[in-house]
């Protein structure tokens, strides 16, 4: 959009068109800002909230209140992941509970090691053989 006048080189190009690519180049950069936004925010949340492995030993249990029984902490603790009723269709020895509840805790539930024993107890005392 030049032309050559007299050995110089003129632009045709006004003062709007100039504003013009401006605010062209603003808006692809506010488009590209925004998409890594969007990237850095889907990496930090999933958006699951089922755990995708067992925690690692040395992750921090959350602060909670004991649990008064087994019943309680069979009902919060376990129906997180299937109902209560599983464990009711069973029959197991104390070793069996022991197993299944560390199980259970590999594969994310939470329980300190005082509550995994009220559970275990519970477990053996009212579904055990």
Request: charged share 20%; proline share 5%; hydrophobic share 35%.
């Amino acid at each position: 959009m030049s032309s050559i006048t007299k050995g110089r080189t003129t632009s045709r190009t006004s003062g709007r068109d100039k504003a013009k690519g401006h605010a062209g180049l603003a808006v692809v950069t506010l488009i590209a800002a925004g998409l890594v936004l969007m990237a850095v925010l889907a990496a930090c949340g999933s958006g699951s909230d089922e755990p995708t492995q067992a925690p690692s030993p040395d992750t921090a249990i959350p602060e909670q209140a004991p649990a008064q029984d087994g019943a309680t902490l069979l009902e919060a603790r376990c129906s997180t992941c299937h109902s209560a009723d599983r464990a009711r269709q069973v029959t197991k020895t104390r070793d069996g509970w022991d197993q299944t509840v560390t199980s259970m805790i590999n594969r994310g539930a939470q329980l300190t090691e005082a509550e995994k024993t009220v559970l275990v107890d519970y477990l053996t005392e009212t579904y055990g053989p």
